[in-house]
């Protein structure tokens, strides 16, 4: 018997990546399902919430892969496979950059919602070397969506960028983010959302094409509003 | 089982010895914050049934002097001071009333008196390798309201900080299957008991039956890491965790490598079909 789960767990020590766990598809579902119970119980364990997004991402990752590969900016980026971090970005120079830009309004939304870009967890559980850099790629970029959009990281913030994420990526962790969210608001900040947030979010997920296929890191001189308008996100409320 | 030369098993893994007594400290810094949490939430709440047949087996009368090593977070601690504790008040019940003819004065200063030595003068060390165990065991004392009879050392089950034949008792829950060098750690456990003194170990050990050996393998495999990733943030410690028990000695390897360390009248008791399994050993 002991062989035999010699076999077995040996495979697991086959990486496709740094950090990568191979898991059965029935230990997928169990962390799923786990891991779906504890982001809702406790909403700070947002390394919960990045497991669920990689265990129920089988489908959405694929298409985003494609989407990405088909468009010569994101083939470019799949290919460079840049990377979001305080270590890469030049922070003083973005600084120095004029109101209104990109790079300005990301380092004032990072300095004024006191987050970072390093936070943001490695993939464990994608069993897909270049899936696993599209699901980074996209929780880095995640803070360029609030700058895009325009929203805080409070709760309501959050929720309306997930509504975003959702209609953009498709997976089913921001579609289930979108949906349970709006548990822990009141009333006022649901009716806000309800009527006014939430349908902006969704046109503007629809309208514009995939965030994911934008070079950001060669686009910080760019003004905010130009890089709006070239998306097809619509200005927000 | 046991390693011959310089390489052993972490788990599956293969490792050298000082690589894997680090990577053993590195997993129990990792978890002893949620360690509770997670045993009871892999066992369903078993483990306690398992300390408390444990602490049943042991029987310890007040006056004990019991060494828990690998003792942690101080499941087996606190429950040696409620068994003293209890089996000293029915102690004290039984002597008043023998004194059904004393004055209530004389009845007043008995229970003084008896009161400042509520365990007897049983006493407990926990000692762990540790640091972070210690102090998850130290909070909880603190917070459970246990202080008297009870200390706190930093130590290796392989080399412990103690003179010989000092204690009554010696355990080690869930523990043993950690430590590097078995067999040193039971040389050790011989050592620091006093002659007539037991050794118990509660430990992880290897279930025959076959279904339920496959079904307890799907459990194991399947689920646990699970849980500890979900519970704890933390998948590999689990991993390790069931891969180990996998990895040590079954009922009878352990009962022979007890009986080489010096120990009489060695035998072991299945808890939950050889799920778990007590060892006891005397020296004499």
């Given at each position: 018997?002991?062989?035999?789960?010699?076999?077995?767990?040996?495979?697991?020590?086959?990486?496709?990546?740094?950090?990568h766990?191979?898991?059965?598809?029935?230990?997928?579902?169990?962390?799923?399902?786990?891991?779906?119970?504890?982001?809702?119980?406790?909403?700070?364990?947002?390394?919960?919430?990045?497991?669920?997004?990689?265990?129920?991402?089988?489908?959405?990752?694929?298409?985003?892969?494609?989407?990405m590969?088909?468009?010569?900016?994101?083939?470019?980026?799949?290919?460079e496979?840049?990377?979001?971090?305080?270590?890469?970005?030049?922070?003083?120079?973005?600084?120095?950059?004029?109101?209104g830009?990109?790079?300005?309004?990301?380092?004032?939304?990072?300095?004024?919602?006191?987050?970072?870009?390093?936070?943001?967890?490695?993939?464990?559980?994608?069993?897909?070397?270049?899936?696993?850099?599209?699901?980074?790629?996209?929780?880095?970029?995640?803070?360029?969506?609030?700058?895009?959009?325009?929203?805080p990281t409070?709760?309501?913030?959050?929720?309306?960028?997930?509504?975003?994420?959702?209609?953009?990526t498709?997976?089913?962790?921001?579609?289930?983010?979108?949906?349970?969210?709006?548990?822990?608001?009141?009333?006022?900040?649901?009716?806000?959302?309800?009527?006014?947030?939430v349908?902006?979010?969704?046109?503007?997920?629809?309208?514009?094409?995939?965030?994911?296929?934008v070079?950001?890191?060669?686009?910080?001189?760019?003004?905010?509003?130009?890089?709006?308008?070239?998306?097809?996100?619509?200005?927000?409320? | 089982?046991?390693?011959?030369?310089?390489?052993?098993?972490?788990?599956?893994?293969?490792?050298?010895?000082?690589?894997r007594?680090?990577?053993i400290?590195?997993?129990?810094?990792s978890v002893?914050?949620?360690?509770?949490?997670?045993?009871?939430?892999?066992?369903?709440?078993?483990?306690?049934v398992?300390?408390?047949?444990?602490?049943?087996?042991?029987?310890?009368?007040?006056?004990?002097?019991?060494?828990?090593?690998?003792?942690g977070?101080?499941?087996?601690?606190?429950?040696?001071?409620?068994?003293?504790?209890?089996?000293?008040?029915?102690?004290?019940?039984?002597?008043?009333?023998?004194?059904?003819?004393?004055?209530?004065?004389?009845?007043?200063?008995s229970?003084?008196k008896?009161?400042?030595?509520?365990?007897?003068?049983?006493?407990?060390?926990?000692?762990?390798?540790?640091?972070?165990?210690?102090k998850?065991?130290?909070?909880?004392?603190?917070?459970?309201g246990?202080?008297?009879?009870?200390?706190?050392?930093?130590?290796?089950?392989?080399?412990?900080?103690?003179?010989?034949?000092?204690?009554?008792?010696?355990?080690?829950?869930?523990?043993?299957?950690?430590?590097?060098?078995?067999?040193?750690?039971?040389?050790?456990?011989?050592?620091?008991?006093?002659?007539?003194?037991?050794?118990?170990?509660?430990e992880?050990?290897?279930?025959?039956?076959?279904?339920?050996?496959?079904?307890?393998?799907?459990?194991?495999?399947?689920?646990?890491?699970?849980?500890?990733?979900?519970?704890?943030?933390?998948?590999?410690?689990?991993?390790?965790?069931?891969e180990?028990?996998?990895?040590?000695p079954?009922?009878?390897?352990?009962?022979?490598?007890?009986?080489d360390?010096?120990?009489?009248?060695?035998?072991?008791?299945?808890?939950?079909f050889g799920?778990?399994?007590i060892?006891?050993?005397?020296?004499?």
């Open positions: 018997r002991g062989g035999e789960e010699e076999e077995e767990e040996e495979e697991g020590w086959h990486q496709l990546y740094p950090g766990i191979r898991t059965s598809p029935l230990q997928k579902t169990l962390l799923a399902a786990g891991s779906a119970v504890m982001a809702l119980y406790d909403p700070y364990r947002h390394d919960m919430v990045a497991v669920l997004g990689e265990t129920t991402g089988c489908l959405a990752l694929p298409n985003l892969r494609d989407k590969k088909n468009h010569p900016e994101g083939y470019r980026i799949l290919r496979r840049p990377r979001i971090r305080l270590s890469t970005l030049d922070m003083a120079r973005l600084q120095e950059l004029p109101d830009s990109l790079g300005r309004e990301y380092v004032r939304f990072l300095e004024l919602n006191k987050v970072s870009p390093d936070t943001r967890m490695p993939p464990k559980f994608v069993d897909d070397e270049e899936l696993a850099y599209v699901i980074q790629r996209y929780r880095e970029v995640h803070d360029l969506m609030h700058t895009l959009l325009g929203m409070n709760m309501l913030g959050e929720v309306v960028v997930k509504w975003f994420e959702a209609v953009q498709g997976l089913p962790m921001c579609v289930l983010g979108a949906a349970f969210g709006p548990v822990r608001l009141s009333t006022r900040k649901l009716q806000v959302l309800a009527t006014e947030l349908p902006w979010a969704v046109r503007s997920g629809l309208n514009a094409s995939c965030v994911l296929n070079y950001y890191e060669q686009r910080w001189e760019q003004p905010v509003e130009s890089l709006r308008e070239e998306l097809g996100i619509f200005p927000p409320p | 089982g046991l390693a011959a030369g310089p390489e052993m098993h972490f788990g599956f893994q293969t490792v050298t010895e000082e690589e007594r680090e990577k400290y590195q997993v129990f810094e002893a914050k949620k360690y509770d949490v997670m045993n009871d939430s892999m066992t369903l709440g078993i483990h306690r398992w300390k408390d047949i444990l602490m049943h087996k042991m029987n310890p009368c007040p006056g004990t002097l019991l060494l828990d090593v690998a003792g977070t101080g499941d087996i601690a606190f429950r040696f001071i409620n068994y003293v504790n209890s089996v000293r008040q029915r102690q004290l019940q039984r002597k008043l009333k023998h004194h059904q003819n004393l004055s209530w004065q004389e009845i007043f200063e229970y003084q008896d009161r400042l030595n509520s365990l007897g003068d049983s006493q407990v060390v926990v000692c762990d390798i540790n640091r972070e165990m210690l998850v065991g130290k909070q909880k004392a603190q917070h459970l246990y202080s008297e009879g009870l200390s706190w050392v930093l130590g290796n089950a392989e080399e412990l900080p103690f003179d010989d034949d000092k204690f009554d008792v010696y355990t080690i829950a869930f523990g043993i299957r950690n430590v590097t060098r078995i067999d040193l750690a039971l040389q050790e456990a011989y050592r620091v008991l006093k002659p007539g003194g037991r050794f118990l170990c509660l992880f050990s290897h279930v025959s039956n076959p279904l339920l050996s496959r079904l307890y393998d799907l459990y194991s495999f399947q689920v646990i890491p699970v849980l500890g990733e979900v519970i704890a943030g933390d998948w590999k410690s689990y991993q390790y965790l069931v180990s028990i996998r990895q040590f079954p009922q009878e390897e352990l009962k022979a490598m007890i009986e360390a010096g120990f009489f009248k060695v035998d072991y008791e299945n808890l939950n799920i778990v399994a060892h006891s050993g005397f020296k004499l």
